[in-house]
Nanobody, 123 residues
Framework: QVQLVESGGGLVQAGDSLRLSCAASGGSFSNYVMGWFRQAPGKEREFVATITQMGGSTYYADSAKGRFTISRDNAKNTVYLQMNSLKPEDTAVYYC????????????????WGQGTQVTVSS
């Protein structure tokens, strides 16, 4: 059973940057595709970014392209989400998730989830 713990959220101003981290334990981290999702108040959870097992490929939601970067360090069992030029509409709880197999932007395809970390961007 894989456990995922996010950290790095907080309150920032528009235009600032944040780096989220997600530490994994209890499994072979390098076997898992990792993804970031987010859920804003009153909205459904949505895909943000995903990265393949060795980090060779990354995919982003249109809202994240050019501003967010997903990366991973398999030696540290950690996946990151670097978020730059943050906007108030990026305010959400951010979740990391893991799955075996190929990359996916579909929430239900992920088997393991963290508890989430709150990101609030003020205008």
């Amino acid at each position: 059973q894989v456990q995922l713990v996010e950290s790095g959220g907080g309150l920032v101003q528009a235009g600032d940057s944040l780096r989220l981290s997600c530490a994994a334990s209890g499994g072979s981290f390098s076997n898992y595709v990792m993804g970031w999702f987010r859920q804003a108040p009153g909205k459904e959870r949505e895909f943000v970014a995903t990265i393949t097992q060795m980090g060779g490929s990354t995919y982003y939601a249109d809202s994240a392209k050019g501003r967010f970067t997903i990366s991973r360090d398999n030696a540290k069992n950690t996946v990151y989400l670097q978020m730059n030029s943050l906007k108030p509409e990026d305010t959400a709880v951010y979740y990391c998730a893991g799955r075996r197999g190929g990359y996916s932007y579909i929430e239900r395809n992920y088997d393991y989830w963290g508890q989430g970390t709150q990101v609030t961007v003020s205008s």
